[in-house]
């Protein structure tokens, strides 16, 4: 099992700021994605932003503009850029990272995070 570590989330007003971030094990290699997954009450998780090895990014359309995901591949670690914040980007947010273990693909999440958006 692989432990990944969020840290970030929080309470921030409309058109604030936040930076979230997701360690996985300094010790674990073959990791292929990163990336960030969020999930508002009463619905469906969803896939937020998404960065390969070689730093190709996938964005939802409703954050495209706002965030910008990267990675510190020596570091095992994923951020998330979160600006200009809006009401509807409150949800938890999940890190998900998938390994290649031996040819075989597994995926991992984190805890999650609460972002919340409010005046």
């Known amino acids: 099992q692989v432990q990944l570590v969020e840290t970030g989330g929080g309470l921030v007003q409309p058109g604030g700021s936040l930076r979230l971030a997701c360690a996985a094990p300094l010790s674990i290699y073959g990791i292929n994605t990163m990336g960030w997954y969020r999930q508002a009450p009463g619905k469906q998780r969803e896939l937020v932003a998404i960065i390969t090895t070689g730093g190709n990014t996938n964005y939802a359309d409703s954050v495209k503009g706002r965030f910008t995901i990267t990675r510190d591949n020596l570091q095992n670690t994923a951020y998330l850029q979160m600006n200009s914040l809006k009401p509807e980007d409150t949800a938890v947010y999940y890190c998900?990272?998938?390994?290649?273990?031996?040819?075989?693909?597994?995926?991992?999440w984190g805890q999650g995070t609460q972002v919340s958006v409010s005046s």
């Open positions: 998900n990272v998938e390994l290649d273990e031996l040819g075989r693909l597994h995926t991992y």
